[in-house]
T-cell receptor, first 117, second 113 residues
């Protein structure tokens, strides 16, 4: 079955540590995204990538880093520079159609819940 | 002013009633509009997309778009307890070809048996 797999589902981090969240998709989608969700809040975009070896900052990129070495994979590193990393992290992908860019119809993974101790 | 605004709720409706969820957006030239449903503790899933003025129906769901008034709504007919979730409105601005969406904060819907 096609889909997006995020791991781990739950992660605990000590202050000062970097952690990496995995996101793998087998949907053959070009574009991938990382969103952050805080309780009672909507989704805020951290980073996105439209093609391999290229990515752009979203609205809240500070303290995060990404890579896109393969079409299927878009890992997110939460660095120690992120002051308030406790949140629900969502990876998503979308198909690129024609010349009008991506559709905006996102498929989400199950999410990774990060807690800083 | 937030780019995409929704009433956070909770919106409570009895089973079988029509639930009406509303969303306003600030960018007049936005092109694409989406409704995502998110159950508690789960990830969002796309339930409706709408691109032109008017109504779009899919089963018990109807999305309504009014670009002149800059609002988009979602109607859920014959509401069921299984519809209880948070509904996220998302807007894709015309200038963005990367598929970047701007999300509202979501409206929590509770359908009472």
């Amino acid at each position: 079955d096609g889909g997006i797999t995020q791991s781990p589902k739950y992660l605990f981090r000590k202050e000062g540590q970097n952690v990496t969240l995995s996101c793998e998709q087998n949907l053959n989608h070009d574009a991938m995204y990382w969103y952050r969700q805080d309780p009672g809040q909507g989704l805020r975009l951290i980073y996105y990538s439209q093609i391999v070896n290229d990515f752009q900052k979203g609205d809240i990129a500070e303290g995060y880093s990404v890579s896109r070495e393969k079409k299927e994979s878009f890992p997110l590193t939460v660095t120690s520079a992120q002051k308030n990393p406790t949140a629900f992290y969502l990876c998503a992908s979308s198909i690129r159609r024609g010349t009008s860019g991506n559709t905006g119809e996102l498929f989400f993974g199950e999410g990774s819940r990060l807690t800083v101790l | 002013q937030k780019e995409v605004e929704q009433n956070s709720g909770p919106l409570s409706v009895p089973e079988g009633a029509i639930a009406s969820l509303n969303c306003t957006y600030s960018d007049r030239v936005s092109q694409s509009f989406f409704w995502y449903r998110q159950y508690s503790g789960k990830s969002p899933e796309l339930i409706m997309s709408i691109y032109s003025n008017g109504d779009k129906e899919d089963g018990r769901f109807t999305a309504q778009l009014n670009k002149a008034s800059q609002y988009v709504s979602l109607l859920i007919r014959d509401s069921q307890p299984s519809d209880s979730a948070t509904y996220l409105c998302a807007v894709r601005p015309i200038y963005n070809q990367g598929g970047k969406l701007i999300f509202g904060q979501g409206t929590e819907l509770s359908v009472k048996p």
